[in-house]
């Protein structure tokens, strides 16, 4: 059975920084795709960034793109997805994906994904 456990995240004023982390458990990250989403109120979830095969390709959405660094740590078979600069419009609830083998194409999309973090609130004040 896979589990991913979500911590970190919270609330920062504008410009600050925040990381959120997603433990995978039954299944090395290594060998999948897992990618950040986030879902703000009255919007559809998006994607955020990707980290596939541990760390042969990484995507970002341009629209954090400089702002977010997606990172794999082996020894604790996690993903971080470290934020900075944030801003209002980043405020979301951020889910970690994980999906068996390379990322696909559209890596942005949450159809592919079988397995999915509980959610984690982020929270930016201007």
């Known amino acids: 059975q896979v589990e991913l456990v979500q911590s970190g995240g919270g609330s920062v004023p504008a410009g600050g920084s925040l990381r959120v982390s997603c433990a995978a458990i039954?299944?090395?990250?290594?060998?999948?795709?897992v990618s950040w989403f986030r879902q703000a109120p009255g919007k559809e979830r998006e994607g955020v960034a990707g980290i596939s095969l541990g760390r042969s390709r990484i995507y970002y959405a341009d629209s954090v793109k400089g702002r977010f660094a997606i990172s794999r740590d082996s020894a604790k078979n996690t993903v971080h997805l470290q934020m900075g600069s944030l801003s209002p419009d980043d405020t979301a609830v951020y889910y970690c994906?994980?999906?068996?083998?390379?990322?696909?194409?559209?890596?942005?999309?949450?159809?592919?994904?079988?397995?999915w973090g509980q959610g984690t609130q982020v929270t930016v004040s201007s």
């Open positions: 994906a994980l999906s068996p083998g390379a990322c696909r194409s559209q890596w942005w999309s949450p159809a592919p994904y079988d397995y």
């Open positions: 039954g299944f090395d990250v290594t060998y999948a795709c």
